[in-house]
């Protein structure tokens, strides 16, 4: 393999351009970015991608951890996705500090806007509003491959001034509470207790008693319990429960319960 790629999806849509970059970019290894022990993470390949979705506006808490625990290397060209709904902030500049503190850089960081899926603030955008989305990100993703392939070195995308200022105060301010968040979420009469919530949680944070879901406080705010909760039976909060769900369309359950398969070992 010539490049390697760590992903981080909760919906499906870090996963869904994962897999196309991969299609396009050939010989490319993709690892789920799954926290093992205390094990240090190390990459055979020259090019090492990141591919994460943004989490109020920065790095979510795994990532952050992934990177702590990765040993780099400053001679590797290392780039970056970072998916969002259209406010990446400061995301990427959080990235590059962090590799350059561990004596590397990133080479390159893109951002790529695809359908929220924070229900808290709203449902899901329709079908024709989705399929622009992901024909505009297709078309970004074959511009980066190329970018990668020639291995060039670009500033990472980055949001408005306003947007870097205020949103990176409130990641500051939030990101802390991020693990207790999960509070809110609560289960309704619809659930089957068919335990899909508790296989498809990257942090293994829910946990199945008396045949419904209980959150245990290491939330990520992922949202791939309620986005993906087939009775749409797990709520967020008070208003959720007429909201339309969201996950990628083309990504299937088999595959994201394969990218946390490694954590439940």
Known sequence: MDNTIYFYTG????????????????????????????????????????IFPVHMWGLPLRVIDFIRRMKVDHTKYYFAIAVNAGQVATTLLQLKK????????LSVGFSICLPSNYIPWGGAVNTEKQQE???????????????????????????????NIIFSALY?????????MDKSFWVDTKCT?????????????????????????????????????PQEAIQYGKNTTTKKRYHHPEIRLKEMFNCTVLSNR
């Open 172 to 180: 500051r301010l939030g990101s802390p509470r991020i693990p207790r």
């Open 193 to 229: 207790g068919c335990k899909i919530c508790e296989k498809i949680c990257p942090q293994q944070n829910i946990i199945i008693t008396e045949g419904k879901p209980s959150w245990h406080h290491h939330c990520e705010q992922c949202l791939a319990c309620i986005q993906w909760c």
């Open 11 to 50: 919906t499906g849509n870090s996963l869904w351009t994962t897999k196309n970059v991969a299609r396009l970019l050939d010989s490319t290894e993709l690892i789920p970015m799954v926290l093992k022990n205390e094990s240090v993470i190390t990459s055979d390949t020259q090019n090492v991608g990141f």
């Open 98 to 105: 962090m590799l350059q503190e561990k004596g590397a850089d």
């Open 133 to 163: 989305l992901f024909s505009a990100s297709l078309n970004k993703i074959k511009f980066i491959v190329e970018i990668i392939r020639r291995k060039e070195i670009y500033p990472p995308d980055k949001g408005p001034f306003w947007q």
